[in-house]
Each structure stands twice: as structure tokens, then as C-alpha cells.
């Protein structure tokens, strides 16, 4: 019955176009068995048009496929960083006000995961990849997966320090030598959906498959890197006219590129430490790539050859993945979003192994970083980077594939989104949960809305404002209108019409001094109340608290 191709899933999926929500009646054990899985494919660190359906030059035809035969979102957010993005993604709540329920030292919590709403509706629940949720440390203990293989080793991509089930794995020296990161995930991952396949062929499933490329140090397979040797000699400046071609040619973006931004950097260790571990060559500024000498440009495309290779290999591991449903008869009623944690790094860091100059680059012994100048080719068109809300930090490719519910193909969606919509949009997919139970139902409402309308009809799910606050960094949207702060900026509010300016190069805040103080009232009201949701934050999550900015 698990393999069955359904014909009323589509039927119902027409229903929620308008008033009825899919699965409004009570799913009988036939209709149940028909539920779409859902598949959560996540990169770490990938910049908005990295990808070959983004406009970028690297190689990514497993992802390009998906976007072919299915959406491509044109404005959808993360929370700008790492672990708010991911607790946020898991429960449907922005970051400041996730408290939940198997948290230390605290009164009861009321944010519940993903698994721990589809679990009492039939579905297994997999986890394979980087976890990194402060708030709920262990995924099988505390986020409820039934299976979970977590690893834990962003400081090599070579050296395993993984969990499965939230039990350390034993490695023998065979097994450490032929490890690397994103084969590893994909290779759990394949085996949960095998054992799924014969253990529970009549549930539905939620893999959460979270790759950590191409988050730093970039390394990766030598062959892989090859393929980009001679890709990235023109520099980053040639790079961002060609993606944003790209993009506009396809109608993704219709802005242009803003300016190099040479402060934009965030700081974690000295600098002269960092030239004399990584050597001359480095350059720690996004500056024009002709004021770089011959050797500085030698180093830094080296540089960006291995990231692309991080990505290319993630795409090749996907396709691995889209095989086995394949095999199991489930990729047609799988619903696959494929989206990143945040814009790409400009962060520049050397930690765990260290950085042998002699080692060959992109190895195990290597600890290199992008850095700011190809942190801002990654994000073109958009302003800045990871952890930043600015554009470039925030943004982040979304591809919606489902050919059983979705008969669209290769269009795109400009309808806006943000990642705490992802847990309603599965709650719909997965027969119209109610998330909230009697002994739930004063908890506060989640902070997203379903995109499952927007899958058919364009722009048609509202948000009455999208927030965002990350370590001094502040920001609202409200329709095309974005207000936005940064520490680096001593706070000083910028307004933008994303319409046609998404890149944020004119700022509007002098010609519209009361939408800025009607916006910046919403901001802080809005920070008020996620606070008072979650009086009891982590040490995290304070960093995100309320400050006042300066106007």
C-alpha cells in the first residue's frame, strides 16, 4: 500500500486552494497511507546563488532537476546564523521565543519539533547530519526523532565525531581514513530510508537530511576540486556580473549590485595570527579583485574552487538520496524542500587541527575560509553575509518539489517566505494537523503560516511582517518595505523597497521618516513580546534580547 500512487492527495491538495485546508476531514487509514513524506534537505552556509538553478557556475544537476520539475522561491529567509535558523526551522517559532518543553532548569516549555507533532499522526521520523539546536542538545533525546545519525565536527570535514542516537560512534582506522562529512550523511541517511522501507513500508516518513557543506574549513574530494581549478581565476568581481546575468535573465532578481563592503567581516581572532598561520596570501577585505597582487588571486580562487567543490559533491550526495526513493517506489509522493541555513561565510577563523601551508588544500590538514570577497560573489545580488540580516545574510534559495500535488514546473515564487512557515507547511501536508492539543491550546500561536497556497498560486500567503534579530543585528519586512540595523552601522535604521531593490542600495529612511517610526515601533513591540513568550532564555538567546537602537 506504501507504494501506491495517489490520485485523491492530488484532489486534495486542489480543495486547499481555496477556503477548505488539506485534509480538513479526518484522514481514514487508507487516506493515511497516501500522506506525502516529506524530505528537509538543508546546506550549510550556501550562498543565495551558488546553486547552477541560482545562477551559479557550479555544478549542481541533481538540484537543478528538482527546481526544473518543481518551484523555485525567489524571496525566502532564514534567521541569518546557524542555530537560530535550525531551531527555528524545527518548531515554527522565531528563535527568541523557542523555549522548550526538555530544557534544563526551567518551568515547562510549550515549543514542541517537527517529529513530536507527526510521530502521533504515523509518521517515522529521520534525522541525518549537523544538529546544532542549543536549545534542545540531543535530537533523539530531546527533538524526538526515531532514528538520528548526528555529527558533530564542523572543525574538519575529515574527522568523524558522530552520534547515532545520540550514542557516540566507535570508528576503526579503515573507516576514519576513507571519512568525509557529506558521504557519511548521505550514507545514514540511505540506510534510514532502507530500513524505513522495510520495517515501516506502511507510515509515511520526515527525513531531515542536514548537510554541513559548505560550511568552513572548505575541503573535499581532490577530484572534485579539479573540476573548478580553472573557474574562479577572474576573480569575484567577474563572478557576481555573471551570476547577476544570470538571475535577472531568469527573472529571480530584478536589482543590482550594491558596492563591496570592506568592513563587513566578522571578527574572531586576530589578524596578524590569521596571516601567519594561512601565510601572505590571505586577504581578510572584500576589495576589488584587481588591487589584489598575482599571488594573493592564485590563493583566493584556490579558495573558492574547493567551496564549489563542497557544494558540487552535496548536489552528487543528493542525487544518491533521490535514487533510493526511486528504489522505494516514493520519490513521485515526497515532498522535497532543498533550502540553507543562512548566506555564506565571510567569517575567517582557524580552529580545531590548525592549518598546515604545506598541506595540500581542501585536505584534512587544511583550515581554510572563503572569506568576505567570495562570501559576497556567493549572495549575488544581495548585501552582506551569514549573520548579518541585511539581504545576503538572510536569504536563501527554496526549491518545492512534489510531483503527486505539484503539477506546476519550473516556476518561480516571489510570494516571501521565512523558515518558521516550514512547520505549518508540513502540519498541512501531513493531513492538516492541529498543533495544538487541549492541554496546549494557550500556548502562543506559531509565528509562520502555511506556504502550501503559494505551491499553486502565486503571492497568494500574506505576512503581516517578517522579524528578524541576530547578535545586534535587527530587521522588519512588512510587505516590500524591509527596515533594517546593524551593530556595524552603530544602529542607525536603513529603509528599502525590496521591489525593486533588493540588493539595498538606496536607503529611503530620510524620505519616509514615519514609516520608519511606525516600523521601528513594530520591531521592538514585537521583540517585547517574544520575550515575555520566553522569560527564561538561554545564554544564546540573550545575546538576541531587546536594545534599543539609535535613529
Known amino acids: ?14 480543495a486547499s486552494i481555496g477556503a477548505t485546508p488539506l485534509y480538513a476531514q479526518k484522514s481514514n487509514d487508507h487516506q493515511k497511507y497516501l500522506r506525502p513524506n516529506i524530505v528537509i534537505i538543508l546546506a550549510d552556509d550556501m550562498g543565495y546563488s551558488d546553486l547552477g538553478c541560482y545562477g551559479g557556475e557550479i555544478k549542481t544537476p541533481n538540484i537543478d532537476k528538482l527546481s526544473k520539475d518543481g518551484l523555485r522561491f525567489t524571496q525566502f529567509y532564514n534567521a541569518g546564523r546557524c542555530w537560530p535558523t535550525r531551531a527555528s526551522l524545527l518548531t515554527g517559532y522565531y528563535y527568541q521565543a523557542v523555549r522548550p518543553s526538555s530544557a534544563k532548569n526551567r518551568e515547562e516549555g510549550w515549543s514542541r519539533t517537527i517529529p513530536q ?3 502521533p499522526q504515523g509518521y517515522r521520523c529521520y534525522h541525518s547530519g549537523k544538529w546544532h539546536v542549543l536549545e534542545l542538545p540531543k535530537p533523539y533525546t530531546d527533538a524526538g526523532f526515531d ?37 557519511a550523511i548521505t550514507d545514514h541517511a540511505i540506510k534510514e530510508l532502507k530500513e524505513h522501507g522495510t520495517n515501516y513500508s506502511q507510515q509515511p516518513f520526515f527525513l531531515y537530511l542536514a548537510y554541513t ?11 572534485d576540486i579539479d573540476k573548478y581549478k580553472n573557474t574562479y581565476q577572474d576573480g569575484w568581481d567577474k563572478i557576481r556580473e555573471r551570476r547577476l546575468a544570470n538571475l535577472r535573465k531568469s527573472g529571480i532578481v530584478n536589482c543590482g549590485l550594491p558596492e563591496l563592503e570592506p568592513r563587513a567581516r566578522w571578527y ?26 598575482n599571488e594573493q588571486q592564485k590563493f583566493q580562487s584556490m579558495k573558492m ?8 559533491r552535496m548536489d552528487q550526495e543528493i542525487g544518491r538520496v533521490i535514487m533510493q526513493l526511486k528504489e522505494m517506489d516514493q520519490f513521485d509522493n515526497t515532498v522535497i524542500f532543498v533550502l540553507s ?29 572563503i572569506g568576505p570577497g567570495w562570501a559576497s560573489a556567493s549572495n549575488t545580488p544581495l548585501r552582506r553575509s551569514k549573520a548579518w540580516v541585511h539581504e545576503g545574510g538572510i536569504s536563501a534559495p527554496l526549491i518545492v518539489h512534489w510531483p503527486n500535488g505539484i503539477k506546476n514546473k519550473n516556476e518561480l515564487r516571489y510570494n516571501p517566505g521565512h523558515l518558521v512557515d516550514m512547520l505549518p507547511t508540513i502540519l498541512e501536508l501531513a493531513g492538516n494537523i492541529d498543533p495544538y492539543s487541549e492541554t496546549s491550546k494557550d500556548y502562543p500561536k506559531l509565528h509562520g503560516v502555511s506556504l502550501v497556497p503559494s505551491f499553486y498560486k502565486d503571492n497568494s500567503v500574506k505576512h503581516d511582517f517578517i522579524y528578524f534579530n541576530h547578535e545586534g543585528n535587527y530587521a522588519l519586512r512588512m510587505g516590500d518595505w524591509k527596515l533594517v540595523a546593524s551593530e556595524l552601522d552603530k544602529h542607525q535604521w536603513g529603509l528599502y523597497n525590496l521591489a525593486n531593490d533588493r540588493s539595498e542600495k538606496n536607503d529611503l529612511s530620510t524620505k519616509y521618516p514615519e514609516r520608519v517610526k511606525m516600523m521601528k515601533a513594530k520591531w521592538e513591540n514585537l521583540t517585547k513580546n517574544y520575550k515575555a513568550q520566553n522569560p527564561h532564555p538561554t545564554a544564546a538567546q540573550r545575546v538576541d534580547g531587546f536594545v534599543k537602537p539609535k535613529h
Request: hydrophobic share 35%; glycine share 4%; proline share 6%.
Open 1 to 14: 500500500m506504501f507504494a501506491m500512487k495517489s490520485k485523491i492527495i492530488t484532489l486534495g491538495i486542489a
Open 117 to 119: 507533532l507527526l510521530k
Open 147 to 183: 532514528q538520528s545519525y548526528w555529527v558533530d565536527n564542523l572543525l574538519n570535514q575529515y574527522d568523524p565525531k558522530d552520534f547515532e542516537n545520540d550514542i557516540p560512534i566507535k570508528y576503526d582506522n579503515k573507516a576514519k581514513k576513507n571519512y568525509y562529512t557529506t558521504i
Open 213 to 223: 557543506s559548505p560550511h568552513f574549513p572548505v575541503q573535499a574530494p581532490q577530484e
Open 268 to 293: 574572531y581572532q586576530d589578524d596578524k595570527m590569521l596571516l601567519d598561520t594561512l601565510g601572505p596570501d590571505e586577504v581578510f577585505e572584500a576589495r576589488p579583485w584587481n588591487t589584489l597582487n
Open 305 to 312: 574552487s574547493i567551496h564549489a567543490a563542497m557544494v558540487d
Open 341 to 369: 541555513d543562512n548566506g555564506a561565510s565571510a567569517e575567517m577563523m582557524v580552529r580545531g587541527r590548525g592549518h598546515d601551508k604545506n598541506a595540500r588544500p581542501g585536505s584534512e590538514d587544511s583550515h581554510l575560509c
